[in-house]
């Protein structure tokens, strides 16, 4: 458990003159469930694609699974997946022909896909609407289908940026169980998210402000700390935002 | 290349399932050449003629009933002397203007014949010829009747061609060449970048970049559909123009294929450059229109012959690929000429297809970084 898997050191991300990410230091356990979180405009976003190799940091080190964010991206790519809050999924297209399209992408194999998706579809109960189009679904399907897909790989680790937006909280409540699920196999899971009590659902979360990250510990811990009752309350007292604002 | 392919058949699967897509692909390819064809080459019916009559005898009296009365002409202005007679034409006011010298009906009888001028308008040339045929077809009537008169004698028709917006005679099929240019344009530039601009809209692409697909593999697989279905679309034009109105490529088809997979591959090159600057649908759908499809139609010579425009439009035409295209298919489809002639036009095509795509390379590298 003690396995590093991503691992960051003094990463910094300018944007002209704008430091959207001020010497980032972190590390991500391997199978934890890491919590992102952060202000709007804290630096989020900017962190979390430059750790799925979606653009590149003006300097620092970064690792993930092993492999250097400069040189090997390619291998990156391979071995995460990555959802964000707008699902990934085409609306035109039905669900068997989703879970093909990012099986093709990821190069596994036709009869892997085959397996993999009447076992994903089985495990969803959406066998009944495959050959529906995505449009037609209700939204809690689309976030599972979703997810399923982005882990279709089996990757070491996956990226959810913000996953759980304008979902109902049974539905975000179902999502969670997916992601202990996976969780418990062995899969990293790094996650944004804006709700409090999701943060509570982590093994460690992180809070960003203004560019930093200000606290990163267990959330029981940081409610220790800064003696707040919920991870909402800790979140307050850190990471509101600069105070000439107020 | 698993991975390529399989990209590739989505891209078919959106094109296939979206109806919309499907009519700009080809139906309103197909609806544009019939639609031109048949304005071009309408049969002739009720053309207004004008008359300018310098004798005004009986004689000419019954050969211009008689014109007025056979269904195809209908009775225009009667025009005074020689100088109206362009701006008869010009104005629209008349297709057609006949011609009878002084002294006719007496010409007639005297020396047993007599001659009159049918000046048609050269900017519209199945016009020109179907009205000299016929009048001159009426004219052969009158003389059948003559023949069994008491006074015989013989009308010759002395048609006359004024070219008029039009000094080159033009085909009749130019619109051809110009229609293929524009829909080409339309659909490869116009889709690729809403396709790909859709992607960036939607979400997906972030998906897309985040996967093992290298950029490059994303650009082609969204555009390598729109490559061939255009392909398929120009060869459907060709076609329809062939069944329909009997245009047959006078040059070497294989060239002509060629080129048009050249201007393809340009105005694809195009539409990637203009997604890689639009933040949206509407800007690349906008950007497409008034940086390629208004240009195209009014100032690639398609319209308005470049000669007869504007210096300054003239300028701005040359920095526009579609009219070298114009130029190579007129070549190639009417002229018949082969590619010795069109060999700068080509060139140019390609340094802008290369400019374009070295233009978006950077600028998607920049957006990465």
């Known amino acids: 458990m003690e396995e590093n898997i991503i691992s960051v050191r003094n990463l910094v991300r300018k944007f002209g003159s704008f430091t959207a990410n001020d010497n980032l230091s972190f590390d991500v356990r391997k199978g934890e469930i890491f919590g992102f979180l952060g202000a709007n405009g804290a630096g989020k976003t900017t962190a979390v694609r430059i750790l799925c190799g979606l653009s590149k940091p003006t300097s620092g080190e970064v690792k993930i699974a092993g492999f250097d964010i400069y040189r090997e991206t390619e291998k990156i790519k391979r071995n995460i997946g990555y959802m964000s809050q707008r699902f990934s999924l085409y609306e035109d297209l039905t669900v068997a022909e989703n879970i093909q399209l990012y099986g093709g992408i990821y190069g596994l194999p036709n009869r892997l896909i085959r397996e993999k998706q009447a076992e994903l579809l089985n495990r969803l109960g959406m066998t009944d609407v495959r050959n529906k189009l995505i449009a037609g679904l209700p939204l809690g399907w689309k976030q599972k289908l979703a997810f399923s897909v982005a882990i279709l790989h089996d990757p070491k680790i996956v990226f959810l940026d913000e996953p759980t937006g304008g979902v109902d909280p049974i539905a975000r409540r179902q999502f969670w169980e997916m992601i202990y699920e996976t969780a418990s196999g062995g899969t990293t899971i790094f996650v944004t998210t804006h709700y409090m009590d999701e943060a509570e659902y982590c093994d460690r979360i992180s809070i960003m402000s203004e560019g930093k990250i200000v606290a990163l510990d267990t959330p029981a811990a940081l409610k220790r700390i800064y003696q707040a009752p919920s991870v909402e309350e800790v979140f307050v007292k850190i990471a509101r935002p600069s105070k000439s604002l107020l | ?369």
């Open chain 2, 1 to 369: 290349m698993k991975r390529f392919i399989g990209f590739v058949k989505k891209e078919f699967l959106h094109i296939f399932r979206d109806y919309l897509t499907m009519i700009i692909l080809f139906g309103i390819p197909a609806v544009l050449v019939l639609l031109f064809g048949f304005v071009i080459s309408t049969e002739l019916k009720d053309a207004r003629v004008a008359f300018l009559d310098l004798s005004n005898d009986g004689t000419t009296h019954r050969i211009s009933e008689k014109i007025c009365s056979s269904g195809f002409f209908k009775r225009g202005a009667s025009l005074d002397s020689f100088d109206d007679i362009e701006s008869a034409l010009r104005s629209g006011k008349a297709r057609a203007v006949v011609v009878f010298g002084n002294d006719f009906e007496r010409n007639l009888i005297r020396e047993g014949r007599a001659t009159l001028s049918v000046i048609t308008d050269g900017s519209e040339p199945n016009v020109a010829t179907q009205t000299t045929t016929f009048i001159s077809a009426i004219v052969a009537g009158f003389n059948a009747d003559l023949a069994g008169s008491d006074s015989p004698g013989t009308l010759l028709v002395q048609p006359e061609v004024r070219m008029f917006y039009n000094p080159l005679m033009k085909s009749q099929f130019m619109f051809v060449p110009g229609l293929i240019t524009m829909i080409m344009i339309m659909i490869c530039a116009l889709m690729t970048s809403i396709t790909l601009t859709r992607e960036k809209e939607f979400g997906t692409m972030e998906a897309l970049l985040a996967s093992p697909l290298k950029p490059v593999q994303i650009i082609l697989g969204k555009v390598v559909p729109y490559f061939f279905l255009s392909l398929i679309d120009a060869i459907l034009i060709l076609l329809l123009s062939w069944w329909v109105f009997g245009l047959t490529v006078k040059g070497s088809l294989i060239l002509l294929l060629a080129e048009v997979m050249l201007y393809i591959l340009m105005s694809l090159s195009l539409g990637i450059l203009i997604s890689s600057k639009a933040k949206n649908m509407q800007q690349a759908i906008f950007g497409t229109l008034v940086g390629g499809m208004l240009p195209t139609v009014l100032l690639s010579g398609f319209i308005v012959p470049i000669d007869s425009m504007p210096e300054i439009y003239q300028w701005i035409s040359a920095v526009l690929p579609p009219r070298y295209f114009v130029v190579i298919l007129k070549n190639i489809m009417i002229k018949g000429t082969g590619f010795l002639f069109i060999w700068k036009e080509t060139l140019i095509l390609l340094l802008f297809t290369t400019g374009f795509i070295a233009l978006s390379l950077r600028s998607f590298k920049t957006r990465l970084q």
